[in-house]
């Protein structure tokens, strides 16, 4: 049985860096992407980051290119995000979740997602 237990966020400051982490246990064989979303209150849950196996793409939304780094640890069932460079619009609920499957063309909606860990808080202040 699939889970996401995730640890990690808090808050810092514009510039700072932070790390999340989902330990995602039953992913690390066979064909699954992981993934990192996040939301704020009155918006639409975003994708932030993904990896898939097979291929071992990273995907990640614009807005995080070249400062999130989204990796795997497959001797400890762990998913990470790296993130540097934070500017106070990254403040967000972070989730992270997994599918067995999925269409690379989806890799960042959630609605193909099916397990999610129970998020933590990233706030960065100016």
């Known amino acids: 049985q699939s889970e996401l237990v995730q640890s990690g966020g808090g808050s810092v400051q514009a510039g700072d860096s932070l790390t999340l982490s989902c330990a995602a246990s039953?992913?690390?064989?066979?064909?699954?992407?992981l993934a990192w979303f996040r939301q704020v209150p009155g918006k639409e849950r975003e994708g932030v980051a993904a990896?898939?196996?097979?291929?071992?793409?990273?995907y990640y939304a614009y807005s995080v290119k070249g400062r999130f780094t989204i990796s795997q640890d497959n001797a400890k069932d762990t998913l990470y995000l790296q993130m540097n460079s934070l500017r106070p619009h990254d403040t967000a609920m972070y989730y992270c979740?997994?599918?067995?499957?999925?269409?690379?063309?989806?890799?960042?909606?959630?609605?193909?997602?099916?397990?999610w860990g129970q998020g933590t808080q990233v706030t960065v202040s100016s």
């Open positions: 990896i898939c196996s097979g291929d071992g793409d990273t």
């Open positions: 979740a997994a599918v067995a499957w999925i269409n690379r063309d989806y890799v960042l909606s959630p609605q193909r997602y099916l397990h």
């Open positions: 039953g992913y690390t064989d066979g064909e699954y992407c």
